[in-house]
């Protein structure tokens, strides 16, 4: 079964960037399509996107297209998600959700994003 | 394109059982689904997958109290013997060729 760590809280400020990490261990990093999901304070999942490490393929939510890039470091076993553009409405718990064809989805820890000026 | 529909909320009595609906927007009446279950303050939990047949397979240490079956475009999470612990948000998520998307889940109050 895989672990998943993911990277600290951040703060930043509106129309900035910011990067998050996923690091998995436990498992075949390639055999996994790793997801990212956001849930906003009070709010339900969202669905960002997703990416195949073995092919290095990504998918996107149309509303995150040109705003939000998923890669993946596999010397590293690491996924990251960067998103551009940082408004208030991006303040959110970041999930990385890695998907197994066989066992389903493991959630990660989550990663803190506050956007404030 | 496909939608996923919930109820926002739901609520049953300790001991008894309850059957919470996923619907599925018209055309995608064969699409398997996932449920995950969010526990106040905590990370979401994936329960099981549920097809279109009604079987479904459920992730590691799900108890048996949980199950999942479908009926033409709806797909269902009972739970029986209602506990406590068991109140928590339930998503519903479906995907459509290369996108994931959740249901806005249902809220489920045990009484």
């Known amino acids: 079964q895989v672990q998943l760590v993911q990277s600290g809280a951040e703060v930043k400020k509106p129309g900035s960037s910011v990067k998050v990490s996923c690091k998995a261990s436990?498992?075949?990093?390639?055999?996994?399509?790793f997801n990212w999901v956001r849930q906003a304070p009070g709010q339900g999942l969202e669905w960002m996107g997703h990416?195949?490490?073995?092919?290095?393929?990504?998918d996107y939510a149309q509303r995150f297209k040109g705003r939000v890039t998923i890669t993946v470091d596999r010397s590293t076993d690491t996924a990251y998600i960067q998103m551009s553009g940082l408004t208030s409405d991006d303040t959110a718990v970041y999930y990385c959700v890695p998907e197994d064809a066989d066992y389903g989805y493991y959630w990660g820890p989550g990663t803190l994003v506050t956007v404030s000026s | 394109q496909l939608v996923v529909t919930q109820s926002p909320s739901a609520s049953a009595s300790l001991g008894a059982s309850i059957k919470l609906t996923c619907t599925l927007s018209s055309g995608h009446s064969t699409h398997a689904i996932a449920w995950h279950q969010q526990l106040p303050q905590q990370v979401p939990r994936f329960l099981m997958k549920v097809n279109s047949d009604g079987s479904h397979a459920k992730g590691v240490g799900i108890p048996d109290r949980f199950s999942g079956s479908s009926s033409g475009a709806e797909r269902y999470l009972i739970i029986s013997s209602l506990q406590s612990e068991d109140e928590a948000a339930y998503y519903c998520q479906a995907w459509d060729t290369d996108i994931r998307i959740f249901g806005g889940g249902t809220k489920l109050t045990v009484l």
């Open positions: 436990g498992g075949t990093f390639v055999s996994y399509v």
């Open positions: 990416i195949v490490p073995f092919f290095g393929a990504t």
